[in-house]
Nanobody, 126 residues
Framework: VQLQASGPGLVKPSQTLSLTCTVS??????????WSWIRQPPGKGLEWMGA???????YYDPFLASRTSISRDNAKNTVYLQMNSLKPEDTAVYFC???????????????????WGQGTQVTVSS
């Protein structure tokens, strides 16, 4: 399975971020996979943001839930992340990753996921 995250690179504060995770080599509806968005701010650890399950159910970090939405397009085998009201502290490398239910966690570890995308840099700056 290969995941490729893509996005705009530079976003201004207060704007909305839209990221795409294109999946190949496997279906996003495969039981029992959970497709997560994870970010890593500069100099900090991994932060799990949320996930969409094989079933379509979604899960969010409670601190980001009010600003975050994860969705998917089964026909395109693609998972999306939208985050609104961006702040400079949202600057990070954003990853999509897939794994079992154990990856739906506030304390993600690399080994919690079976596959990772390469990450896409998002900078929030005016």
């Amino acid at each position: 399975v290969q995941l490729q995250a893509s996005g705009p690179g530079l976003v201004k504060p207060s704007q909305t971020l839209s990221l795409t995770c294109t999946v190949s080599g496997g279906s996003i509806t495969t039981k029992y996979y959970y497709w997560s968005w994870i970010r890593q701010p500069p100099g900090k650890g991994l932060e799990w943001m949320g996930a969409i399950a094989y079933s379509g159910n979604t899960y969010y970090d409670p601190f980001l839930a009010s600003r975050t939405s994860i969705s998917r397009d089964n026909a395109k085998n693609t998972v999306y992340l939208q985050m609104n009201s961006l702040k400079p502290e949202d600057t990070a490398v954003y990853f999509c990753a897939v794994g079992p239910l154990g990856g739906v966690t506030a304390t993600p570890r690399i080994d919690d996921y079976d596959y990772w995308g390469q990450g896409t840099q998002v900078t929030v700056s005016s």
